[in-house]
C-alpha cells in the first residue's frame, strides 16, 4: 500500500498563507493525477484543485487566483500554495494520487485552522 505523506498544515490568521505538500515515495509519481481535496466538519469531502500527470491544473471555484497546485516529480511532491486564507478554508486536507485506471491512494490528511 503506498503511503502519501501530507505537511504544512497549522494554524493560520485571516489573510494568511500556507503551503501544503504530500510526499509520495511509493509509486510512480510522474504516471499520478495528483488531487489535493478538504473536509471540513459535517461537510463531505471536496475537491480543491488537481494537477494531471501532464501538468493540467484545475481549482474548485473558490479558491481560483487563491491557491496554487504544483508537482515536482523529480522529489515525488505535490505542493499547495494557499494564499488569502479565510474562515471558510478551515478543513481537513487530504492528498489523493490517481490513476486512470483507478488506482487511487490517500494520504492521513493535515488540519487546516484559519483565525479571524
Known amino acids: 500500500q503506498a503511503q502519501l505523506m501530507e505537511s504544512g498544515g497549522g494554524l493560520v490568521q485571516y489573510g494568511g498563507s500556507l503551503t501544503l505538500s504530500c510526499a509520495a515515495p511509493?509509486?510512480?509519481?510522474?504516471?499520478?493525477?495528483m488531487g489535493w481535496y478538504r473536509q471540513a466538519p459535517g461537510t463531505e469531502r471536496e475537491l480543491v484543485a488537481r494537477?494531471?500527470?501532464?501538468?493540467?491544473?484545475e481549482y474548485m471555484n473558490s479558491v481560483k487566483g487563491r491557491f496554487t497546485i504544483s508537482r515536482d516529480n523529480y522529489k515525488k511532491i505535490v505542493y499547495l500554495q494557499m494564499n488569502a486564507l479565510n474562515a471558510d478554508d478551515t478543513a481537513v486536507y487530504y492528498c489523493?494520487?490517481?490513476?486512470?485506471?483507478?488506482?487511487?491512494?490517500w494520504g492521513q490528511g493535515t488540519q487546516v485552522t484559519v483565525s479571524s
Open positions: 489523493k494520487a490517481s490513476t486512470g485506471t483507478g488506482r487511487t491512494y
Open positions: 511509493g509509486i510512480i509519481f510522474s504516471r499520478y493525477h
Open positions: 494537477i494531471t500527470s501532464g501538468g493540467t491544473t
